[in-house]
């Protein structure tokens, strides 16, 4: 069946550090890929997405590239701030169908 | 314009009652769909709503239900509550559902607690 699976955290960072969040995913098709972030308190908002191999998304410095060949899909960005802390979900969806979330990962950031 | 609403915000329930949680969608969207998270279980997919019509459902007992209207609002139920039903529910918008070109928005969260 599909799935995803994502590092465990929780992770902790210092300011402008380098961030990587490990997803890969198992798929029967050929779906669109995801990340999400969620801060305290509030809903799952879209942080970016790809919708075929080889699609680089990205937004507000975070970008990830659809890997079909190692079915990966992994979270980067080049230099963290204490408000990316939050918890980030990779996700995995086809269309007209639901999505299929990963356990999220809990990123602390510290001045 | 506004985002997702749901409410309430807080339920606390007991064992055995029923309960039910609103979400009005962004003004425009046709499709809602509602999650379940826990610790434990993470985001499990509940059921979408497109046009009033229940287009997909996830592996739930008959116990939790959902409808929507034609303003697209919609409500989903869950009866006989457990323990084990104590989660945050979310619930998201988008225009279609078409996950590949329709970016979905979620509402903050019902937070339902089964004592």
Same mark, same amino acid.
């Given at each position: ?11 902790t960072?210092?300011?402008? !550090?380098?961030?990587t ?5 198992? !798929? ?13 308190g509030?809903g ?5 997405? !790809?919708?075929? !191999? +080889? +699609? ?24 963290v701030?204490?408000? +990316? ?27 | ?11 606390i329930k ?27 279980q993470?985001?499990?997919?509940? @059921?979408e709503?497109?046009? *009033? ?21 919609s *409500? ?5 509550? *457990?323990?084990?039903d ?6 998201a918008?988008?225009? =279609?559902? =078409?996950?590949?070109? =329709?970016?979905?928005? @979620? ?9």
């Amino acid at each position: 069946g599909d799935s995803v699976t994502q590092m465990e955290g929780p992770v902790t960072l210092s300011e402008e !550090a380098f961030l990587t969040i490990n997803c890969t995913y198992t !798929a029967t098709g050929y779906p669109s890929l995801f990340w999400y972030v969620q801060y305290p308190g509030e809903g799952l908002q879209l942080l970016l997405k !790809a919708t075929k !191999a +080889d +699609d680089k998304g990205s937004n507000k410095g975070f970008e990830a590239t659809y890997r079909k060949e190692t079915t990966s899909f992994h979270l980067e960005k080049g230099s963290v701030q204490v408000s +990316d802390s939050a918890v980030y979900f990779c996700a995995l969806s086809y269309t007209g169908n639901q999505f299929y979330f990963g356990t999220g990962t809990s990123l602390t950031v510290i001045p | 314009k506004a985002g997702v609403t749901q409410t309430p915000r807080y339920l606390i329930k007991t064992r055995g009652q029923q309960v039910t949680l609103s979400c009005s969608p962004i003004s425009g969207h046709r499709s809602v769909s509602w999650y379940q998270q826990t610790p434990g279980q993470g985001l499990q997919f509940l @059921f979408e709503y497109f046009s *009033e019509t229940q287009r997909n459902k996830g592996n739930f007992p008959g116990r939790f239900s959902g409808r929507q209207f034609s303003n697209s609002r919609s *409500e989903m139920n869950v009866s006989t509550l *457990e323990l084990g039903d104590s989660a945050l529910y979310l619930c998201a918008s988008g225009f =279609d559902g =078409d996950r590949a070109r =329709d970016t979905q928005y @979620f509402g903050p969260g019902t937070r339902l607690t089964v004592l």
